[in-house]
């Protein structure tokens, strides 16, 4: 069984920056793809940002010039770096791993950017 453990999450004003981890725990498993996902009140879930065990990188087009999203593939861990927020980043985020089996998410951490 793989479990996700997030952190990084806070407060901080328009213009902050806020860095975001995501570490995989289990054994037996190799991950091909993680990847961030948010979802703000009232609002569906929606892609941030992923990447490959490869390194190829993906984002959603908000986020691209702001946001960095890099792997220790030694370390099953993913990381989230976030520049100049603006308050429509807030949002739960959420980490995912993709396996063979499956879909795995994380707990979620806030991030709430005040104006």
């Known amino acids: 069984q793989v479990q996700l453990v997030e952190s990084g999450g806070g407060l901080v004003q328009a213009g902050g920056s806020l860095r975001l981890s995501c570490a995989a725990f289990?054994?037996?498993?190799?991950?091909?793809?993680m990847g961030w996902y948010r979802q703000a009140p009232g609002k569906q879930r929606e892609f941030v940002a992923s990447i490959t065990s490869g390194g190829m990188t993906n984002y959603q087009d908000s986020v691209k010039g702001r946001f960095t999203i890099s792997g220790d593939n030694a370390k099953n861990t993913v990381y989230l770096q976030m520049n100049n927020l603006k308050p429509e980043d807030t949002a739960v985020y959420y980490c995912?791993?993709?396996?063979?089996?499956?879909?795995?998410w994380g707990q979620g951490t806030q991030v709430t950017v005040s104006s």
């Open positions: 995912k791993i993709v396996l063979p089996i499956g879909d795995v």
């Open positions: 289990g054994s037996g498993f190799r991950a091909n793809v």
